[in-house]
């Protein structure tokens, strides 16, 4: 069974100060894997797609990385409108298109 | 675009009523997506349409949760009799395949908060 496992649960910085956000994934064979954010009473919103270990992609103050095992989100000089939670999601080798499977998320709040 | 349009936004119910959700996806997507968030098990997909025909349901939690998509610019999910447990926030979301961004770049509406008394 595909497992996503996000931490932290809750991330507490003051703007400007970097940090990670973790995301561990246990798939038979990944196909992708993708970021999202989601606003306190709003559907989650598309960020990244990554495909294969090394990968790298850029949006302004973030940046996702994947490795075999696991992604990060980069947060650098984070402000307070990046507060939101943050979801990963991995879609394993061999599923229909579209069919993922999501972690629990971590809620990061930036303080001004 | 407008978006993904879901209503109702909010419903309260109580148990053993019949409870129907609706979703309008994004005109020209041919993925159409039922998601179910609750704090103890995150997101979970429900069921997913294709074209307009159901392709996977297995996530759908008990008989008593049916969905259709008459259409290409119309969905439903309905929980008929409602339970206590069925308590969340019910997403739609459409794609479409082959999109420059790659598969997962789902677009979700803003949700339908159920509660059942």
């Known amino acids: 069974e595909d497992q996503v496992t996000q931490s932290p649960e809750a991330l507490r910085l003051q703007e400007g100060e970097s940090s990670s956000l973790n995301c561990s994934y246990t798939?038979?064979?990944?196909?992708?894997l993708f970021w999202y954010r989601q606003d306190p009473g709003k559907g989650p919103e598309f960020l990244f797609t990554?495909?294969?270990a090394g990968e790298e992609k850029e949006k302004e103050r973030l940046k996702a990385t994947l490795t075999k095992k696991e992604s990060f989100l980069h947060i650098t000089a984070p402000k307070p409108e990046d507060s939101a939670t943050y979801l990963c999601?991995?879609?394993?080798?061999?599923?229909?298109?579209?069919?993922?499977?999501f972690g629990q998320g971590t809620i990061l709040t930036v303080h001004p | 675009d407008a978006g993904v349009i879901q209503s109702p936004r909010h419903e309260v119910t109580e148990m053993g009523q019949e409870v129907t959700l609706r979703c309008k996806p994004i005109?020209?997507?041919?993925?159409l997506f039922w998601y179910r968030q609750t704090m103890m098990r995150g997101l979970e997909l429900l069921i997913y349409?294709?074209?307009?025909?159901?392709?996977?349901d297995s996530g759908m939690p008990e008989d008593r949760f049916s969905a259709k998509m008459p259409n290409a610019s119309f969905s439903t999910l309905k929980i008929q009799p409602s339970e206590p447990r069925d308590s969340a926030v019910y997403f739609c979301?459409?794609?479409?395949?082959?999109?420059?961004?790659?598969?997962?770049?789902?677009?979700f509406g803003e949700g339908s908060r159920l509660t059942v008394l």
């Open positions: 979301a459409s794609s479409l395949e082959g999109t420059p961004r790659g598969a997962g770049e789902l677009f």
């Open positions: 798939v038979s064979g990944l196909r992708g």
């Open positions: 990554l495909y294969s």
């Open positions: 999601a991995v879609q394993a080798s061999g599923t229909s298109y579209g069919k993922l499977t």
């Open positions: 005109s020209g997507h041919d993925y």
């Open positions: 349409f294709n074209n307009n025909v159901p392709i996977d």
